[in-house]
Each structure stands twice: as C-alpha cells, then as structure tokens.
C-alpha cells in the first residue's frame, strides 16, 4: 500500500483519528493518537515527535527527541476503536542525524532482510511462528514488602471440578489433554472462532485454530506464513486483536511462558526456510527430513548458538519455568524429523519443496519478534556460512534415553542470568552487517538483568515459606 492508498482508505472509512504504534525494545506495542485533521502526506515525509527517553530501552533524558515515520504497507481500520481509526506501524529516526534509529526493533529486522540479500545465499525468508497462549477468566497478581501472590483462574480448569457452580456441569479439561477435545469441553470454540475472522479482516490470514494441551484455556492460532518483518509486523497485530477480542468477552490473554503449574508452557514454535529464484534450499528430496546441506548447516547454527539466542528467543525469568525436561519442552540441542522432544525439528506432513521447512521450538511468545528472527536467522546464516555440523539426528524419545545415551545430549541453560551470560560471550554473529549493533545487545542485556533477573533474585517466593518458614 502507497501512500495515497492509505489516505484513500482513510477517506473511504470515513476515519477521524490515526494511531501511530512502535515497538519498545522488551516487545510490547506502544502508540499515541493525532485528528485526522493532522494526517497527511507530510507525515511520512517529515515524521512526528515522541519522548524517546519514557519509553523502556530507548533515549537518555538529555537526548529524548526521537521521530515517527509511519509505514504505509502497515495501514488498517483498527476493529476496536469506538470511533473509525486507522492504524499504523511506524520507524524511528533521529532528529539530529536524520539516521535510523539503532535501538527500533523494527529496523533491526528490517536490516537482516538486507543483509541476507546482501550474501547472495537467498532473496527472502519466510517465517511462520506458531503462538501459544492462555485465555484465562481472572487474573490477580500483587508484590509488595511484606507479601506476594499470583493467582489465575478459568472455567474449564481441572481444578474447578468440585467447585459449587450453580450448578457445575462438568466439563473441565483434565491436565495435559486440551488436545483436541470437542465442545462443550472446548469450552473457547466461539471465542477462537471471533479473533480468527477478526485477524483475516485486519489482513492476517490464518491457517487453523484449536484448544492445546494444557487444561485451563490453553490455545492456538496459527498464522500463515509471511516475510521476515511482516510477520514480526504480524506477531504484534495478533496478541493486539486477540488480547482485545477476549477483554470483550470479559476474559484475558496471556503469552506468559508458563503460567500454570504442572501442566505444558507455551511455546512460539517457529518454522523457517529460506527461497532464491523461487527455489526452497531447505528442500532435497531423498535426504533425511527431505532436507538440503543448507538446511542442515543452518541448523548446526541454530544449535551452535542456541544459549545465545535464549536470551533473545525466550528472555524472560518466567520461560525458564516452560524450559524444563517433559512437557514437550525443547532444551535437547539436537534435530530430528517429527519429533517434538527436540530443539529443532523437521515437519513430515508433506515431501513438496514448497511445504519444505525446519521448525525451531525453542521460541517462546514473551519475546520481541523483530529481535527474535533476525536473531535466528543470524544464527542460521553463520551455521551456512561456516558450514556448521550438527550432532546426529537423533529419532527417539529424548525423555526417554538410558542415563548413559541421555549424557551425551547437550541442553540448553536453565535460567535467564545464564544464558545472559551466553550472549554476552557469543554476539559476534549478530554483529554481521551491522544488523545488531553492540549498543542494542550490551543494552538488552543490562536491561533484563536490572529489571527481570535481579527484580526476581531479590524477592521471597511464595514457596520459600511453605519450604523454610518452620526451620
């Protein structure tokens, strides 16, 4: 979309306001709200001012002038709004230099789509991540000096079964077998079925939707797949409509990790290939998984660096609660064709070249998608670049293996600080092209230790009482 078709859709919506949204650097939309008297053709060109310094990761206060640049291949009417407005994606720039902006997630995922045209390897990849998250009908949480608790609620939680209902029906999801049980068990079809067509009337098509494993509301919806910015575009779009779509019905999402106890985390599956001249090189037929010497050195660099990336790819405390051996957890650092018990793992659904791709299941959706798939395609490109081997494909349980077979199996870190660590050591492959700079990676990681690692580190656990109040 140009900019006269977005101010032609404007015209045609009869919009009166337009909302500017940008990404702050741990991963949430940010917006602000101008007339549509104040809307434009200038705007693109001259942008509009914001306070960089309130806003988390950015600006020092002695340097806060930042501008908007809106990006008109963004444009939608918001579904949401009381009044008709038009939504758009915005860059960041520097009023000094003019430059883009080095810390705006979104360039950095704009940059590694050049940087991998740059390489001549391929012309585009395409990335379809698959986000998992809980619907849940209350939620309560607070922290002060002398307390702390958390609790979640929801309908079809197991552990509603012998709560008075007025009456209690029944139908609660036993734990660990949301997978696919019908209505009225599925007690969120309607629900899903709302933000499936609502994410097809803001331009996301969709592929499937359905209940997951985990009791309580757990669920999926998977988008088709899309280029590199535009799907990171599109990641933030979808928690946009579908956060909005429960609130109406009075419920919330969330795409904590691992908020439940005892039952399956969510994960942000992410399945990835890369094409040139029309032509998958993940794809050779007859090889194992059906998959190239391309795919398998860009998986030896997905599992070269997977400590790394963790910070990037799952960088909260919290997904180091989902990360742990069963549940389907990703942490053996090996590959395999259709086995889930495996960081990465090749679908066998189809032997099409079109179909072809590798499923990274590391990912978690509490990450930044713009920092999180230039991150793995980074990673990728310098497994190809080094020609980087992989351990063996390994086609068992890996839950499952003698302790002996089990040893041998290399496994990601198990906390936040540790694979903080991991990245402060091994950055240099995202350093490639400018694409990551120093700034950014020495700043996300003196952020999430500031902010997540010592803010947790610091306060009691509710369980810590139950363990030691009596010793």
């Known amino acids: 979309m140009k900019v006269k078709d977005v101010l032609d859709l404007a015209k045609k919506s009869n919009v009166q306001v337009v909302d500017l949204k940008f990404i702050d650097m741990p991963g949430l939309w940010q917006h602000f709200t101008i007339s549509m008297n104040e809307f434009g053709e200038d705007l693109f060109e001259e942008g509009i001012g914001f306070d960089g310094s309130?806003?988390?990761?950015?600006?020092?206060?002695?340097?806060?002038?930042?501008?908007?640049?809106?990006?008109?291949?963004?444009?939608?009417?918001?579904?949401?709004?009381?009044?008709?407005?038009?939504?758009?994606?915005?860059?960041?720039?520097?009023?000094?230099?003019?430059?883009?902006?080095?810390?705006?997630?979104?360039?950095?995922?704009?940059?590694?789509?050049?940087?991998?045209?740059?390489?001549?390897?391929?012309?585009?990849?395409?990335?379809?991540?698959?986000?998992?998250?809980?619907?849940?009908?209350?939620?309560?949480?607070?922290?002060?000096?002398?307390?702390?608790?958390?609790?979640?609620?929801?309908?079809?939680?197991?552990?509603?079964?012998?709560?008075?209902?007025?009456?209690?029906?029944?139908?609660?999801i036993r734990y660990k077998e949301g997978y696919f049980p019908v209505p009225p068990m599925d007690s969120l079809q309607d629900i899903r079925n709302e933000m499936l067509l609502t994410l097809e009337k803001v331009g996301i098509a969709v592929e499937v939707h359905h209940h997951e494993v985990a009791t309580a509301g757990q669920c999926e919806i998977d988008m088709k797949f899309d280029t590199l910015t535009t799907m990171a575009d599109k990641v933030m779009k979808y928690k946009y409509v579908l956060k909005n779509i429960a609130k109406k019905h009075n419920k919330t999402v969330t795409f904590m990790p691992k908020p439940i106890f005892m039952d399956n985390g969510s994960g942000m599956h992410v399945h990835q290939s890369l094409w040139k001249n029309n032509k998958n090189l993940f794809f050779k037929l007859g090889g194992y998984g059906d998959v190239s010497e391309t795919a398998i050195h860009y998986i030896g660099g997905l599992l070269k660096h997977a400590p790394a990336l963790c910070?990037?790819?799952?960088?909260?405390?919290?997904?180091?609660?989902?990360?742990?051996?069963?549940?389907?957890?990703?942490?053996?650092?090996?590959?395999?064709?259709?086995?889930?018990?495996?960081?990465?793992?090749?679908?066998?659904?189809?032997k099409s070249e079109k179909?072809?791709?590798?499923?990274?299941?590391?990912?978690?959706?509490?990450?930044?998608?713009?920092?999180?798939?230039?991150?793995?395609?980074?990673?990728?490109?310098?497994?190809?670049?080094?020609?980087?081997?992989?351990?063996?494909?390994?086609?068992?349980?890996?839950?499952?293996?003698?302790?002996?077979?089990?040893?041998?199996?290399?496994?990601?870190?198990?906390?936040?600080?540790?694979?903080?660590?991991?990245?402060?050591?091994?950055?240099?492959?995202?350093?490639k092209g400018d694409v990551f700079t120093k700034d950014l990676i020495e700043t996300w990681i003196a952020y999430k230790r500031a902010k997540e690692v010592d803010a947790i580190r610091l306060r009691p656990h509710p369980y810590e009482f139950a363990l030691y109040y009596d010793i």
């Open 54 to 172: 309130s806003i988390r990761g950015f600006q020092a206060i002695n340097e806060s002038d930042m501008l908007l640049f809106p990006d008109p291949a963004t444009a939608f009417i918001d579904p949401f709004s009381a009044v008709p407005t038009l939504s758009l994606n915005c860059n960041i720039k520097d009023p000094i230099t003019g430059q883009a902006y080095t810390r705006d997630p979104r360039y950095i995922a704009q940059k590694a789509e050049k940087y991998l045209k740059s390489l001549g390897i391929a012309d585009i990849s395409f990335w379809g991540p698959e986000l998992e998250f809980y619907i849940f009908d209350d939620v309560r949480f607070e922290q002060s000096y002398n307390k702390g608790m958390y609790m979640v609620d929801s309908k079809e939680g197991f552990w509603n079964s012998g709560k008075d209902e007025n009456p209690n029906l029944g139908y609660k």
């Open 311 to 350: 910070a990037l790819i799952a960088p909260t405390t919290n997904s180091y609660r989902r990360l742990v051996p069963g549940y389907e957890a990703p942490i053996n650092l090996v590959y395999s064709q259709r086995n889930r018990s495996a960081c990465v793992r090749i679908p066998m659904y189809s």
């Open 355 to 431: 179909s072809k791709r590798i499923e990274f299941r590391t990912p978690d959706p509490s990450c930044n998608p713009y920092l999180a798939f230039p991150a793995m395609l980074m990673a990728g490109l310098d497994g190809i670049q080094n020609k980087i081997e992989p351990p063996k494909p390994i086609d068992k349980d890996l839950y499952e293996l003698e302790p002996e077979e089990a040893g041998k199996i290399k496994h990601l870190p198990g906390s936040l600080d540790v694979v903080l660590d991991a990245l402060e050591k091994d950055h240099d492959f995202l350093l």
